[in-house]
């Protein structure tokens, strides 16, 4: 009897934990993390659930003979961008998950 009552508990704190997590990453829709680079010639904004949600290329950035700048701008304020909001996650589950790392949730 002891060990199904265990295991009823457990599920029930499992299933608690599954819509914290549910909650916390609809909340961290609506979080923002920005990331600039070249001096702020290029800045990227991304939420929580890693959507790119907005660009901005300042004039200065913008010289059609040097093309490629610009293009490794994007790249480094994209990846740099993705990976805050990825820390951003990782920081916010890891609160529900007491810092374990389960494989498939975030």
Avoid at 46 to 57: R, V, Y
Avoid at 59 to 70: F, I, Q, R, Y
């Amino acid at each position: 009897m002891f060990k199904g009552a265990n295991m009823q508990n457990i599920m029930k704190q499992a299933q608690k934990m599954q819509e914290k997590m549910a909650k916390t990453q609809e909340d961290l829709k609506a979080r923002t993390v920005e990331a600039s680079v070249g001096g702020g010639m290029v800045t990227v904004v991304f939420n929580g659930a890693q959507d790119l949600l907005k660009i901005t290329i300042g004039k200065e950035a913008v010289d059609p003979e040097d093309v490629e700048t610009l293009q490794d701008l994007v790249l480094s304020a994209v990846n740099a961008g993705l990976k805050k909001s990825q820390e951003m996650v990782q920081e916010e589950m890891g609160k529900i998950t007491g810092g374990m790392n389960i494989p498939g949730l975030f």
